[in-house]
């Protein structure tokens, strides 16, 4: 089947599937759920995206996830997903990956602890194949974006940490040398400079070795 549309084929997918763990432990996979899962998979193929692994959602899945470090995490789940999604939270607490969940599930209540939880695309009854790609570009698309405002948000925090050190280092060079706040700026940047470290850093070590003294 020839792949439609501009997918990456270097986006790595895992899918998540609550009826697989039932099915490995003697259960049976709802119907309806079966339709959803091959309606996916036929979505994905046709898109021409990398289906890496279908895991089952059971207490293994953080360790799974973490060794195939998949690109994008899709949960197909006909019912209540939270369970399911506290465990790839834990799986992508230190590298966030985007999350499309395809569900029948459309309480409030569901799709807000979702949102909570980080997922970029809540989708109810809505799991068709020709609908597969236009989901996860726009989830894509939303996940960039946010990790984007996170970044510039961050180093915004940083900035003003670094500023809050430098201050407090050059009230230090200025209290000990009696000099101007300019001088001390002036004296600092010297300093960075002759030691070939960032403003920051060089305010850092002076405040420790002042903490150090007493």
């Given at each position: 089947m020839k792949?439609?549309?501009?997918?990456?084929?270097?986006?790595r997918i895992v899918v998540v599937n609550?009826?697989?763990?039932?099915a490995g432990s003697g259960g049976e996979a709802p119907a309806g759920q079966a339709l959803r899962s091959a309606a996916l998979r036929i979505g994905l193929l046709e898109s021409g995206y990398d289906l890496v692994a279908s895991l089952p959602a059971d207490v293994f899945l953080p360790q799974r996830i973490a060794q195939l470090q998949p690109d994008l995490i899709i949960?197909?789940?006909?019912?209540?997903?939270?369970?399911?999604?506290?465990?790839?939270?834990?799986?992508?607490?230190?590298?966030?990956r985007p999350i499309v969940l395809f569900?029948?599930?459309?309480?409030?209540a569901s799709m807000d602890a979702a949102l909570e939880a980080g997922v970029s695309a809540y989708i109810v009854a809505g799991l068709h194949p020709?609908?597969?790609?236009?989901?996860?570009?726009?989830a894509l698309a939303r996940f960039r974006r946010e990790r984007k405002l996170l970044d510039e948000l961050?180093?915004?925090?940083?900035?003003?940490?670094?500023?809050?050190l430098v201050d407090r280092a050059k009230g230090l060079?200025?209290?000990?040398?009696?000099?101007?706040?300019?001088?001390?700026y002036q004296r600092l940047r010297s300093m960075a400079m002759n030691?070939?470290?960032?403003?920051?850093?060089?305010?850092?070590?002076?405040?420790?070795v002042e903490d150090l003294l007493g």
């Open positions: 792949p439609q549309g501009s997918a990456s084929p270097h986006l609550p009826a697989q763990a039932a949960v197909d789940s006909e019912s209540d997903a939270r369970d399911i999604l506290e465990h790839i939270v834990i799986a992508t607490r230190d590298e966030r569900t029948e599930d459309d309480a409030p020709g609908r597969v790609k236009p989901v996860l570009d726009v961050e180093g915004t925090r940083q900035k003003l940490a670094e500023r809050k060079v200025m209290a000990r040398y009696r000099l101007t706040e300019e001088q001390a030691k070939n470290m960032k403003l920051a850093e060089i305010a850092q070590r002076l405040i420790d």
